[in-house]
């Protein structure tokens, strides 16, 4: 194999496992930082030997042995192999007895899942909220700092610094490697929750890159709420999630075309939809609803994508429930993407001018000055309106801003659109 194909190779094994051998690693040495750390480690060796050796029988496999050997010498040069002695004793048995393929299952705790377990420790009360959430996508999503800051709006350099410093305050301060019980979980888990919502969105719709959608981070995001909604399942909220989730992974398949390019909700071939996983979305946001005595934001997320799963077209979407549904989540969860997703709605319910009205009082608002939704949905709404012209500017604005190859392929070609575009 041509090492430019294996290290793509490698890239894609990488990207798909970072999470489960940093989580792993991190049972062993209890630092996130250090397990990060030895698992680059693994990536390294790993494209400095496979293009010459050729690509191992189980690559995960052999990235995660690799990871783990860091991590054993580790402990050893730190004069802490008594200690740890039978806990590597077993892990190295293991590997003799299965070659490191069961190694996650045998290191599995009470729980089940090393990687709930890397996002509560993330998502400790001893951190910011925003450092909870930067560390985790970094560790579980496998994104670097730019998609970070693009999901959160906030310049590159102060998630660089989030990141570095939730490292090194979770090690000094000591936090176990665990998922937590009683009040502690309670404490933790909205911010475990909008993580795995961030980690799903960078899957369902990418910040930057040469792909529209990443699903494996949509599944992996998918999985973790389904594991919480076991573990706490009298939480509405948790439902909701997992139940907006499903529901808007539903779309995927139809999400793109043959060649990848992006394909828009309203032109989408509902008949690729997943009725499968549109039926267990929508049996989660009833129990959601069930155990809820006041609608969470995942919930009314979950019921504005219902909306859009029930309807057997494009027409016949329920836009003033949907619009309805927004205002509401406006009022629980207030934000700038909140307003201009309303703006939308409106402007579906109730013509494009209502929402370019809405839509003009966001222009001047600071967190929205680099989306570029922004001027991707005002471009939307002005051509509609016949102001050409002005859609062509907003078009070319909205394509500058974003980083993702495939979406700037699609403003660039609508702002083309708008020069021929008949009067």
């Known amino acids: 194999m041509p090492a ?27 630092d ?15 494209l400095a030997q496979w293009p010459e050796k050729g690509m191992p029988d189980r690559p ?21 192999l008594d200690r740890k002695h039978g806990q590597i004793g077993h892990e190295m048995e293991i590997e003799q007895m299965h070659g490191g393929a069961d190694i996650d299952a045998a290191l599995d705790d009470d729980i089940g899942d090393d990687l709930l377990s890397l996002i509560f420790t993330a998502c400790h009360p001893v951190l910011s909220p925003e450092a909870r959430v930067a560390l985790t996508l970094r560790l579980v999503g496998g994104l670097d700092t730019e998609e970070i800051a693009r999901a959160f709006l906030v310049p590159e350099p102060t998630v660089a610094q989030r990141i570095v410093r939730a490292k090194r305050t979770l090690a000094q301060a000591g936090v176990p490697f665990e998922v937590p019980r ?3 979980r309670a404490e933790r888990l909205a911010s475990v929750l909008f993580v795995i919502y961030l980690v799903f969105n ?25 594991v919480l909604a076991g573990l706490v399942p009298e939480d509405a909220e948790i439902h909701g999630l997992v139940a907006l989730m499903e529901i808007q992974a539903s ?27 549109i039926q267990h979305g929508l049996a989660s946001l009833d129990r959601s609803e069930a155990l809820a005595t006041r609608r969470g934001p995942y919930a009314l997320q979950a019921a504005i994508a219902a909306c859009h799963a029930r309807a057997p077209t494009a027409d016949e979407t329920d836009w003033p429930r949907i619009a309805a549904l927004y205002f509401a989540l406006a009022q629980v969860n207030p934000s700038p993407v909140v307003e201009l997703n309303r703006a939308v709605a409106i402007s579906m319910a109730f013509g494009p001018q209502a929402g370019l009205d809405l839509v003009d009082q966001l222009v001047d608002v ?30 070319q604005r909205a394509a500058s801003l974003t980083r993702n190859d495939r979406e700037r392929a699609v403003l660039l070609e609508r702002a083309a659109a708008m020069a021929v575009r008949p009067d």
């Open 251 to 277: 779309r995927l398949k139809a999400r793109t075309g043959p060649g990848g390019a992006p394909i828009l909700l309203a032109d989408q071939n509902r008949g690729r939809w997943d009725r499968v996983l």
């Open 182 to 184: 009683g009040a502690d």
């Open 4 to 30: 430019a194909s294996v290290e793509k190779t490698i890239e894609a094994v990488w990207r798909i496992e970072q999470a489960r051998i940093i989580a792993a690693i991190a049972r062993m040495v209890r």
């Open 60 to 80: 995960a496999a052999w990235l995660m042995a690799t990871g783990k050997r860091r991590a054993i010498d580790h402990l050893r040069r730190a004069k802490m």
């Open 202 to 226: 960078e899957g369902y719709s990418a910040t930057s890159g040469e792909d529209w959608i990443r699903p494996q981070l949509c599944e992996e995001a998918m999985r973790l709420g389904r």
């Open 32 to 46: 996130v930082g250090l397990a990060e750390e030895f698992a680059q480690d693994a990536l390294v060796t790993a």
């Open 366 to 395: 600071p967190e929205l000055k680099a989306y570029h939704l922004l001027p991707g949905v005002r471009a939307d709404l002005l051509a509609k309106l016949g102001r050409l012209e002005e859609a062509a500017a907003e078009f």
